[in-house]
């Protein structure tokens, strides 16, 4: 006797209900999959009610499959249809433009599959669910996407290849394979296109600038508004040195100068993001020594013309053909237009130089009156406090920078994530109150003091430090490395690097000691088992992605000619490329034509000569259905309206013709090759 679990019956699994349902129910549930597989990746740049409504369409038209309700009448779709226009104007104020038309897009890819009932509206959903995949490039073109997006492309064809096969209930298993099979064959016509198709400026979004509230670099700077700094561990730019890198200590990434202040922003000279200093000249006094360092950069898109390169770089820099660039008065390199894709450049910069040597007893004179602004009725303790270092060192300013340090170095001030919200009077606040900040608090603090005593300073923003990846040697440079430290004007000797949180937090700089933020539980958790394995699985994961953005993203039109060059051209041009493009095209098309040709010949040719048969006889007015045998053909043969001779003719061709496939060791059968020749000799009557 069978005990109660033996005879309980077992309930087949997920995958097994599913092959099991109904032809219809199991295509229309996988289309909805795919769809929204195609657009999750869009969820965190669509309005909250794009994202809930195009679930619940898909959940709606899910269920409606499963318990085989009819679908919504058009007056629901109408309706939904204005409910969604209606939203999208008031979301984004316009129908047009990248976001408002992805909004749209997707809204109607979910609501089209209110529609599907017959091969017509699901070959439209493929075709939106297309455009609507090539969308999510407008965002990020980034390798996760990019193999997220292979996979809809792959569930997008097994849908189609699907929906061609009507008969039957074929397996989603043999559709995939077929749509592999697909996608592999035109992957070496995708992969010739991508490496000699003209490169054009880029064809997707500019990306949204995302910087405010989290570490990174910014055209201005704000002391006191963050009670608390979210480090952001995403890459600002990789760094590929010629030679041996230089120490951490060096490595000051240069960004914008910020000079102005009115007690709470500072903002550069020219007030902006930088495009009118690009207008003006570079320093005539700048003097460098030493060897140079080469380097590659690899810059992330920031929507900001700034580019980073180490202290100081006075040779031009070497980038692609369609950008140009210049140096500021400033020591700061500019492009004209905000960079929104990854760009490459090489860069020679000197780490001793000097420059800003023209003071007040030389001619021309230079004005210093920026240098030394300070706005009325802000931080009245630190003027205080800058007149007793002015008095205490008869005004020199070494002395006083000296005394500035030595304060920061022993009053107890400390480097930290959460400052606190600091009131009106910042650089009060910090001397002689909270004594913590990080470094924007330090150094804004520190310029108001020197320029209280009297000693020209100003702010210097961008990146200090980065780490070796070891899997591909590239130095990798973070948002989290963002710094802000300071340059101090000194009679005979220029402006001169001063960094003051070196003072509060040694570590932060030279030994890549800065904060970080505590780790998730999945990450702690790694962190606890291997301490090595979390810091190698992301540099090989850099790594990966590295090699992605310099061999795919970064495929410019200098490494294009370059390329050509390799293949023999000595002056690549665009008709180079057209020819080229040309040729493969040809070579493409006689592949192809040579592949038709030989598949051709590996069909039965019994079969062949059998269906050039029907088509004769569907010419001459008689009906042949495509299954119908050649025994079958003669009794229609026999019933038609064919001249005599002809009928009797055709009567022993059929049957010799059956007799070859079924009997073919008969007696009197004749071959393959005499009946295709009787079979053209064959007198029909012509056409009216």
Not at 446 to 471: D, H, K, W, Y
Not at 611 to 618: F, K, P
Request: net charge positive; aromatic share 10%; with cysteine.
């Amino acid at each position: 006797m069978l005990s109660p679990a033996a005879a309980a019956p077992t309930r087949p699994s997920l995958l097994g209900r599913f092959a099991h349902l109904p032809r219809e129910t199991r295509d229309t549930l996988f289309l909805l999959v795919v769809v929204a597989w195609v657009i999750l990746p869009q969820v965190a740049h669509l309005p909250v009610w794009a994202s809930v409504l195009a679930a619940a369409v898909l959940v709606w038209r899910g269920w409606l499959a499963l318990n085989g309700r009819p679908l919504p009448g058009r007056w629901w779709l109408v309706g939904l249809l204005l409910v969604t226009l209606a939203a999208t104007w008031a979301t984004h104020r316009t129908l047009l433009g990248r976001d408002a038309g992805v909004t749209l897009v997707v809204m109607l890819l979910a609501l089209k599959t209110m529609e599907l009932r017959a091969r017509r509206d699901a070959l439209v959903i493929f075709f939106l669910g297309f455009f609507a995949m090539l969308t999510n490039f407008f965002y990020s073109q980034s390798l996760p996407v990019a193999a997220a997006m292979l996979v809809a492309l792959l569930g997008l064809l097994t849908a189609l290849v699907n929906a061609h096969r009507p008969v039957g209930q074929p397996s989603l298993r043999e559709s995939a394979w077929v749509a592999g099979k697909m996608a592999l064959a035109g992957a070496p016509v995708m992969i010739a296109l991508f490496v000699f198709f003209p490169r054009f400026a880029p064809l997707w979004g500019i990306p949204s600038d995302a910087l405010t509230g989290r570490s990174g670099l910014s055209s201005s700077m704000q002391v006191g508004n963050v009670a608390e700094l979210a480090l952001d561990e995403g890459i600002a730019m990789r760094i590929k040195f010629d030679g041996a890198p230089p120490p951490q200590r060096e490595l000051y990434f240069r960004g914008p100068v910020l000079t102005r202040f009115d007690g709470r922003n500072w903002t550069s000279r020219g007030g902006g993001d930088g495009f009118d200093a690009a207008l003006a000249p570079g320093p005539a006094d700048l003097q460098v020594s030493g060897e140079p360092i080469r380097y590659e950069v690899t810059l992330e898109p920031s929507n900001r013309p700034w580019l980073l390169t180490l202290d100081v770089a006075g040779a031009p820099l070497q980038l692609p053909a369609n950008r140009h660039a210049r140096m500021t008065a400033d020591m700061q390199w500019l492009t004209y237009r905000p960079i929104t894709d990854l760009l490459r450049y090489r860069a020679e910069s000197h780490p001793q130089f000097r420059y800003g040597l023209t003071g007040w007893d030389q001619r021309p004179r230079r004005d210093f009156s920026a240098d030394l602004q300070l706005p009325n009725g802000f931080n009245p303790r630190t003027l205080a406090l800058a007149d007793e270092l002015r008095q205490s060192t008869g005004g020199d300013p070494d002395a006083v920078v000296r005394a500035s340090l030595e304060r920061l170095r022993t009053g107890g001030y400390t480097y930290t994530l959460e400052p606190g919200v600091y009131g009106q009077h910042t650089a009060d606040e910090f001397w002689f109150d909270t004594k913590q900040g990080f470094c924007e608090h330090i150094s804004s603090a520190f310029v108001v003091l020197l320029r209280a005593a009297g000693v020209p300073a100003r702010i210097v923003t961008g990146f200090q430090g980065g780490e070796m990846n070891s899997v591909d040697g590239y130095w990798t440079v973070r948002n989290a490395d963002a710094h802000a430290w300071t340059e101090v004007w000194f009679e005979g000797r220029g402006w001169v690097r001063i960094d003051p949180t070196g003072s509060v937090m040694p570590g932060r700089i030279g030994q890549y000691q800065r904060l970080r933020a505590p780790d998730g539980a999945i990450a702690g958790a790694i962190g606890t088992l291997s301490p090595t394995l979390l810091a190698q699985l992301r540099a090989t994961w850099e790594a990966v992605n590295n090699r992605w953005n310099q061999s795919v993203l970064n495929y410019t039109q200098s490494r294009q000619f370059d390329l050509l060059k390799n293949l023999g051209f000595e002056s690549p041009s665009w008709q180079d490329l057209a020819r080229i493009i040309a040729g493969l095209l040809a070579a493409a098309a006689l592949g192809g034509f040579a592949w038709a040709r030989w598949e051709r010949s590996q069909h039965d040719p019994w079969l062949r000569l059998l269906a050039r048969a029907r088509r004769r006889l569907d010419e001459a007015g008689i009906d042949t259905p495509p299954q119908a045998p050649p025994r079958a053909l003669v009794q229609r043969v026999s019933q038609s309206a064919l001249p005599p001779e002809l009928r009797q003719q055709l009567t022993d061709w059929l049957l010799a013709l059956e007799r070859l496939r079924y009997a073919p060791a008969a007696a009197g059968s004749a071959s393959l090759a005499t009946l295709q020749r009787d079979f053209q000799r064959m007198a029909w009557p012509r056409q009216r």
